[in-house]
């Protein structure tokens, strides 16, 4: 008699399947919801990004490259922007690249615990989260009026160098923290001093860490506008900087530091803003190559870490 | 002689050239030190320039018109310096990316980290990542020229300004960010609490609002904070596809300059050095940063509040 009770109780379980049928539709929908906004954002993207190359592609030539801004659209080119890009990424990554570099070795095999490392510590997290635009005007108050460098490469590289010395000094540190720490006691086992310790052994195994962040930080770089339009950008410069390379001794000359700059993003930025359709073409087509510039640094970037990770084991 | 004479000898031997890497370890010590020092550095730049012009600036214009008038017309003949509209124009399109990209962003690192296979997280990730790289100007070109004339074909009244398309487009802009460290924080969740919640008789998406999502609201508090930010400080977007005129508005379907836009409005003209004008930008530079510094305390606050130790 009871068996039979129990039996019965326990045939009588339809709620509970409900319940669980309905948890469980309501698992999949959900899960159908996700995989749904993940198709829809990079559809999206792609759609929008397809769209630039549609409108860009066929105005990308050789006269588009060789061309110095013009009134014309047709006759309009991106000369001065691409060399003053290049130019101008050379100085952020001679500035930003050995003082984060630098920055990150002190924070993580020397820096002691007091609160100066504290100090430093936070002040890094904190100009992570700074807005781009701030640092422009910073530099402009500091580098262009106090320090008399005028709207020029010099002050566009520096600009750009603080901007991205946060990031380069947390992908380093990142990198550095990967080391295990058995190497450096052998090192320090074997009679090797600190510095010896950091140059052979430290910063050569956590070398591809460290590329990769150098080029991702770069990259990021290379498409920032707004702080280089606060420092006064030119969008229309129809010559380019003094050669850096002279005929005179010492063949080397640094007068183009000094003159007035333009790059990629400021070009398009500008022909953007314009009403005519035409100059939206050349927006576009500026557009596709400052990606193609990016795209190809990022790869770039994710080939360093894959063969620098297969080639390390421990 | 005897093995502690020897010893002596090759000390004094090497004495010099160990006083010589002492000497080198130390200078390189200082050297790093000072690369470190930099970064000091550059807060103490931002802070004092963005201070000392605002300072210039308050001489000329009482703060209390700053935060109660509502026009910002400073470089008109009969200038009003009220800040409120630009900060309208920020928060305004703050909200419009948010909506999209806490929603969209929280989703998609859910899926990742709760249901996604190990090969699609693998693709989407650096997918992800890559575009992150994209650059802004892009997307105030895809802003102006696609999304508000796709938007006016639903609404033909919208203006070609609008902070709407602004706002979604910063929207779709963050989403990476939100969704990488987002999914991070989820992916740092001891596996063993979805066990037991599996253990329960939980279903993945009972586990993953119920357990997961709570136990990594720390991280995913992060990842919003730094949306925000990225939001609040986004500049192109806004000056290309927002307009330029200080309207003090709540409506996104109107056009309104955001603190970003004015600063490179006015950086575009050439406004002399010194004068009232040039200092407006430094005012709102540093009501921008002090906006972005609440958010981040605030952030640094809920991230410790929820902070959970397993």
Wanted: glycine share 6%; aromatic share 10%; no cysteine.
């Amino acid at each position: 008699m009871l068996l039979k009770n129990a039996i019965a109780k326990s045939t009588n379980d339809a709620p509970v399947r409900q319940r669980i049928g309905q948890s469980q539709r309501r698992d999949r929908l959900f899960a159908l919801a996700g995989l749904l906004v993940m198709a829809v954002a990079s559809l999206v993207l792609l759609a929008l990004l397809g769209q630039l190359a549609y409108d860009g592609i066929g105005r990308v030539s050789w006269q588009f490259l060789t061309s110095y801004p013009s009134r014309f659209p047709a006759q309009a080119g991106i000369l001065s922007a691409w060399i003053g890009t290049i130019l101008v990424m050379f100085l952020t990554a001679l500035t930003a690249i050995p003082l984060g570099i630098g920055a990150a070795i002190y924070m993580e095999e020397y820096a002691p615990k007091n609160w100066m490392t504290d100090l430093i510590e936070i002040n890094i997290t904190n100009l992570a989260g700074v807005p781009s635009i701030v640092y422009g005007l910073m530099a402009l108050g500091l580098l262009v009026y106090e320090f008399h460098l005028g709207q020029s490469f010099l002050t566009a590289g520096l600009t750009l160098a603080m901007l991205i010395l946060p990031m380069v000094i947390i992908a380093t540190r990142e990198a550095l923290r990967a080391v295990p720490p058995q190497i450096r006691e052998a090192a320090y086992a074997v009679g090797a001093t600190k510095w010896q310790t950091v140059r052979d052994h430290v910063v050569p195994y956590s070398m591809g860490g460290i590329l990769t962040g150098m080029i991702l930080a770069l990259s990021r770089a290379v498409g920032e506008t707004a702080p280089l339009i606060t420092v006064g950008a030119l969008s229309f410069i129809a010559f380019l900087p003094h050669s850096p390379l002279i005929s005179d001794f010492p063949f080397i000359s640094l007068q183009w530091l000094f003159d007035p700059f333009t790059v990629m993003p400021i070009q398009m930025f500008n022909w953007v803003s314009r009403p005519q359709d035409e100059f939206h073409i050349n927006a576009a087509a500026a557009g596709v190559i400052l990606l193609l510039m990016t795209l190809a640094m990022n790869a770039l970037a994710i080939t360093v870490r894959a063969r620098f990770r297969r080639r390390i084991h421990w | 002689m005897n093995a502690e004479a020897v010893l002596k000898k090759a000390e004094a031997r090497h004495l010099p050239s160990r006083l010589f890497t002492h000497a080198k370890e130390r200078a390189i010590e200082a050297l790093l030190l000072f690369a470190a020092l930099t970064s000091v550095a550059i807060t103490v730049g931002i802070v004092g320039v963005l201070v000392y012009e605002s300072i210039g600036f308050f001489r000329q214009v009482s703060l209390l018109d700053f935060v109660t008038d509502k026009q910002w017309t400073p470089l008109f003949s009969e200038p009003h310096y009220g800040i409120l509209p630009l900060v309208s124009g920020t928060v305004v399109t703050t909200a419009v990316a948010l909506a999209v990209a806490i929603p969209m962003g929280s989703l998609i690192a859910i899926y990742l980290s709760e249901y996604a296979s190990r090969g699609l997280r693998e693709i989407v990730k650096p997918a992800l990542e890559l575009l992150s790289a994209v650059p802004t100007v892009v997307y105030g070109y895809f802003a102006l020229l696609f999304v508000t004339p796709a938007l006016q074909k639903l609404w033909p009244e919208l203006p070609g300004f609008n902070m709407l398309s602004a706002g979604l487009v910063i929207g779709i802009m963050i989403v990476p960010y939100v969704s990488s460290v987002s999914e991070d924080a989820m992916r740092a969740v001891p596996v063993h609490l979805r066990e037991g919640a599996f253990a329960l008789g939980a279903t993945r998406m009972q586990t993953a609002l119920r357990v997961v999502f709570p136990s990594a609201l720390s991280g995913i508090t992060a990842a919003y904070v730094l949306g925000i930010s990225r939001a609040i400080g986004e500049t192109m977007v806004v000056a290309i596809a927002a307009g330029m005129q200080p309207t003090l508005t709540w409506n996104p379907l109107e056009p309104a300059a955001t603190m970003t836009a004015y600063i490179v409005q006015v950086s575009l003209g050439d406004l002399p050095h010194g004068s009232v004008g040039y200092q407006t930008i430094f005012a709102t530079g540093l009501t921008l940063l002090l906006m972005t510094l609440v958010f981040n305390i605030a952030g640094h606050a809920l991230k410790k509040r929820y902070r959970q130790v397993y």
